[in-house]
């Protein structure tokens, strides 16, 4: 059974850094398809960033500022924040595909029916 966990929400002012953390237990992500979404209230959930063996993607939103990466080592994966503004607050998932498939079209990682496990969420909120 695969459990996601996120670590590493709060609070920061506007301008600051988080760094967020999701552990996979029962699953490896070396080959598979990893998404970082986010919710803000009364808007839909939406892709942040994603990885996918050696391939990075960003919402136009955050590029430049978040870095998504991994540790196959600790089966972890992150992302890093910087330059926080206050419409980054939401809450964040993190998300694993079950397929060991390889997109070659942003769709796919954007898409949620993608991701068959989801953590549980972490919230990020960014004062002005």
């Known amino acids: 059974q695969v459990q996601l966990v996120e670590s590493g929400g709060g609070l920061v002012q506007a301008g600051g850094s988080l760094r967020l953390s999701c552990v996979a237990s029962?699953?490896?992500?070396?080959?598979?398809?990893t998404g970082w979404f986010r919710q803000a209230p009364g808007k839909e959930r939406e892709l942040v960033a994603a990885?996918?063996?050696?391939?990075?993607y960003y919402a136009e939103s955050v590029k430049g500022r978040f870095t998504i990466s991994r540790d196959n080592a600790k089966n972890t994966v992150f992302l890093q924040m910087n330059s926080l503004k206050p419409e980054d607050t939401a809450v964040y998932y993190c998300?694993?595909?079950?397929?060991?498939?390889?997109?070659?079209?942003?769709?796919?990682?954007?898409?949620?029916?993608?991701?068959?496990?989801w953590g549980q969420g972490t919230q990020v909120t960014v004062s002005s």
């Open positions: 990885i996918n063996r050696g391939s990075t």
């Open positions: 029962g699953r490896t992500f070396s080959d598979v398809a």
């Open positions: 998300a694993v595909d079950g397929q060991s498939t390889y997109y070659a079209s942003t769709y796919y990682y954007q898409r949620r029916s993608t991701y068959d496990y």
